[in-house]
């Protein structure tokens, strides 16, 4: 069994001991409202005016529909916004039209008009400042293999947060005992939204410099990010702050690029997103072979949610994974349940 402990802390919001706020309005401000419709742009500039700080630093999403009421998504919850910015109800709120659904979309695919065709293939556009856009729609198929989004209905715009020491209490449980720390192959686990990805990219900027005063060496960090959430890149360049000794395959699937960024950049640590399938799990597993610590993240409640599954089952009951680390929203994002190893009657999640 593992030598790591259970972490004796309260479950507490990682992001309590971060740097504070994320100065969100200034992002928004700067970096996506440019790039709606002039009325969805008003709508959503008036709402940050009038909104509490402490309220507007909690905005998630936004969500736009063509023909159904704009939304934002709040920790809290959701919230429409009239024409003017003040919240209503949804039967009274703002529904963008066909023609402001289309402006938006012509101007969010101006920022990478170079990969349209691969921006549409996989549904979501990354915006400078690491902010990505799903898009929903009408598919056109040119094969039995390729889709393409050719009629874009909706979007789903993230905020981007790099809200940096949300680590600060997991990271020395998931590092080596001994005069030298190393970190351990760690495994996050928590459901949607519960700051599984902010977490990783912590760990990988802490990783990347080093604490001399843990006696962790700085490490080379390889992300492998198929989905571009952990990095945000934007035309090459990673949007997100995630160390000195950062090398990104962007886009490229686990399977393929765990195994490339090993051979290639020789890190000391692999860290990826969000194990989806028998794929990814093997990819772990192999890159685990290969003496290289990973730091991944899967979608389950806990630990013995994602044991049940049979894409992650033989993983998890094989040791790949030395700790865990549990996060939830019970008392906001990035609420910390458990850190620790595989245990039989341990309590995990929430």
Known sequence: MSSVTRGSFEATPARAFGQGPCETPAKIESQVLPLLSSGIARAVSAWL??????????????RIRKGLPLCLVLSSGDVFL???????????????DGGEVQRTFALLT?????????????????????????LVGRMAAFSSEKHVLREVYGFNIR????????????????????????????????????GKTTMLRDLSRVLSEGRSEMKLHPCHVGVVDERSEIAACYDGVPQHDLGPRVDVLDRCP?????MMVIRSMSPDVVVTDEIGGDGD????????????????????????????RPYSSWLVDKGYFEVFVVLSRRNGPGTVEYVGPRTEGDERGG
Do not use: N, Q, W
Not at 49 to 62: F, G, K, N, V
Not at 161 to 184: A, F, M, N
């Open 49 to 62: 005016e009038r909104t509490a700080p402490s309220r507007r630093e909690t905005l998630e999403e936004i």
């Open 82 to 96: 009239s024409p003017a910015g003040t919240e209503v109800k949804p039967e009274a709120s703002f529904r963008p």
């Open 110 to 134: 101006d920022c990478s008009s170079y990969a349209m065709e691969v921006e549409l293939a996989t549904g979501y556009v990354t915006l400078p400042g690491g902010h990505r856009v799903g």
């Open 159 to 194: 905020i981007a947060r790099h809200v940096k020491g949300v680590s600060e209490k997991v990271l020395p449980l998931i590092l080596t005992e001994g005069p030298e720390k190393k970190p351990r192959s760690t495994l996050i686990v928590s459901p949607p939204r519960a």
């Open 254 to 258: 686990k399977a393929m690029g765990m």
């Open 281 to 308: 799990a093997r990819a772990c597993a192999e890159a685990c072979a290969a003496g290289v610590a990973i730091l991944a993240s899967a979608h389950a409640r806990d630990i013995e949610d994602l044991a049940r």
